[in-house]
């Protein structure tokens, strides 16, 4: 009766973890020798490892990756012609680059592997604890347009500093409006010195400027994103999705 009575508090204080671990020790006859002390150290192990799971479901909830798979262990650095340096991508992988607030910027053409990059990146610094959130330019810029239409701008762009790291995928692809441009500027400003940015691009940095208009607001927008950037240029003469496909119909694709 004791017994029923404990396992019914853990559930009641959603002590889960230590719950579910309880009723599975007690039942395993390797464990009836440990003592108290051990036991207790193995159900409260449980209970911490329950929690950091449950955490980072959330995390990996609320960053949205596409690329759900995408882990710095699955980079390949023998894919012919690319520039990727592994000894930069695990130097990033320390995530000194989050906490000093640093930014890392991906260019390269289609296929490349700028968004997986981009993910793995973001996918590494979930499981170290760090909120991240991937979104593309062009629905970040949706959401601040329609923000800015229903009042909530201000609060759109607090919920996006939040984040540890913020993904904005495929900078440069369509045109831009002034009013594009100076939502852009609002969203790097506010996370520049206090949070860290991913942006890939299919256009070259040389070309941001111009892309951007070429005024003030184009200064400003750069300065806060290239000051402080671990810039990585990815070269492939084939895309990669090209030759993932191609590796998969001829069945020696196992990624």
């Known amino acids: 009766?004791?017994?029923?009575?404990?396992?019914?508090?853990?559930?009641?204080m959603k002590l889960y973890g230590m719950h579910a671990s309880v009723k599975e020790k007690l039942s395993r006859p390797d464990?009836?020798?440990l003592s108290f002390t051990d036991m207790?150290?193995?159900i409260t192990d449980d209970e911490w490892l329950y929690r950091e799971n449950k955490h980072m479901d959330k995390r990996l909830s609320n960053a949205k990756f596409k690329e759900k798979r995408a882990c710095l262990e699955d980079v390949d650095y023998d894919q012919k012609n690319r520039t990727i340096k592994k000894s930069?991508?695990?130097?990033?992988?320390?995530n000194r680059w989050i906490t000093q607030q640093q930014n890392v910027i991906i260019t390269g053409a289609s296929g490349s592997g700028k968004s997986?990059?981009?993910?793995?990146?973001?996918?590494n610094a979930c499981r170290n604890g760090f909120a991240v959130h991937y979104i593309r330019t062009s629905k970040l810029l949706f959401n601040l347009l329609k923000s800015r239409a229903d009042g909530s701008f201000q609060e759109y762009i607090k919920k996006?500093?939040?984040?540890?790291?913020?993904?904005i995928d495929d900078f440069g692809l369509g045109s831009v409006d002034e009013q594009a441009k100076?939502?852009?500027l609002e969203i790097i400003e506010e996370r520049c010195g206090t949070?860290?940015?991913i942006v890939t691009s299919q256009l070259d940095i040389k070309d941001w400027h111009a892309y951007l208009g070429g005024a003030l607001v184009a200064d400003a927008i750069l300065d806060r994103l290239l000051h402080n950037a671990h810039k990585m240029h990815l070269a492939a003469k084939d895309s990669l999705r090209k030759t993932k496909s191609t590796l998969t119909h001829e069945g020696h694709y196992e990624k």
Not at 1 to 12: G, I, P, S, V
Not at 116 to 123: D, E, T
Not at 160 to 167: A, E, H, Q, R
């Open 31 to 33: 464990h009836a020798e």
């Open 40 to 42: 207790l150290g193995l």
């Open 195 to 197: 949070k860290a940015t």
């Open 88 to 94: 930069q991508i695990l130097e990033l992988g320390q």
């Open 182 to 184: 100076a939502d852009f």
């Open 116 to 123: 997986f990059l981009a993910q793995a990146l973001g996918y």
């Open 1 to 12: 009766m004791l017994l029923e009575q404990t396992l019914d508090k853990l559930y009641k």
């Open 160 to 167: 996006t500093s939040k984040y540890d790291v913020l993904i």
